[in-house]
């Protein structure tokens, strides 16, 4: 049977993140990853756009929200949609974001699976770093909707580093402040901008291919992808990880 998400196969899938054994640290990202709030993000833009004349007046679709906006920083956004006056494109972007923020407050579900992975890695005792592009009141506010807020030991924020996604700084000040190993180390992504970040810092990303498309996903090279995180491939992997610790550490 043929995967719809364009994978490799789930036993070279698995021996990717089998090579980090004994893991360290598992890094996510935020919006897409833990939660599925593009379709928030997608309504505010639209919405925005409209009550502005953009596009003629007419409202974007997904297809021009994923090339234009998903995974981008705020700052590259509004290099898009206002090529000639960034100060206005900051201020939309910052008004667009007081709206999510608004609608975050009731509309916010997690992806499917994400609290049995996060007792996986509690269980293990394993490092962990959200690592968003969002804006800091964005990232802080869906962490503590989702009930993460203790869950994470620190959250990296594309705008405090030197530079944003696609580039691997984020993920980079992830490993230096959780003190962890790139070697030990695997990263859940959902943008093609962040896999190709943290294919850039050296790790494997396991990439979430919930809005975004899962061939534009593999262009970034993803170790491999995944519908959510009950996704059976995702478990085959772990499980491998863990046979792999239990072979070269006493811990279990």
């Known amino acids: 049977m043929t995967a719809p998400t364009g994978e490799n196969s789930t036993e070279s ?10 893991l360290q640290a598992v890094l996510f990202d935020v919006d897409g990853t833990l939660c599925d709030s593009d379709p928030l993000h997608y309504y505010a833009f639209r919405e925005m756009l409209l009550e502005i004349g953009y596009n003629g007046g007419a409202p974007v679709d997904e297809e021009w929200f994923i090339k234009t906006i998903a995974g981008k920083h705020n700052d590259d956004i509004a290099s898009a949609l206002f090529p000639d006056d960034q100060e ?6 910052d008004d667009k974001e007081a709206m999510f923020r608004r609608m975050v407050k009731e509309q916010l579900k997690p992806i ?10 509690e269980d293990r005792g394993l490092k962990r ?7 800091r009141l ?14 994470f030991d620190v959250i990296i ?7 944003a996604k696609p580039n691997p700084d984020p993920y980079l000040k992830a490993l230096e402040l959780l003190q962890v190993s790139k070697d030990h180390t695997f990263i859940f992504e959902d ?3 962040g896999i190709k970040a943290g294919v850039a810092a050296g790790m494997p990303v396991v990439g979430l291919a919930t809005r975004n498309p899962p061939h534009l996903l593999m262009e970034a090279k993803p170790a491999f992808l995944i ?3 009950e996704d059976a491939k995702l478990w085959t992997a772990l499980e491998d990880i863990d046979k792999k610790s239990g072979a070269t550490t006493t811990t279990v």
């Open 13 to 22: 899938s698995s021996s990717s993140l089998a090579t980090l054994a004994p």
């Open 88 to 93: 206005r494109g900051i201020k939309f972007c």
């Open 112 to 121: 499917n699976g994400l609290y049995k992975v996060k007792k996986w890695v």
């Open 129 to 135: 770093a959200a690592v968003t592009n969002a804006p």
């Open 138 to 151: 964005n990232a802080e506010l869906m962490i503590e909707k989702l009930g993460l807020k203790d869950f």
């Open 157 to 163: 924020i594309g705008s405090e580093c030197e530079h």
């Open 191 to 193: 943008s093609f901008s």
């Open 227 to 229: 519908k959510d995180y």
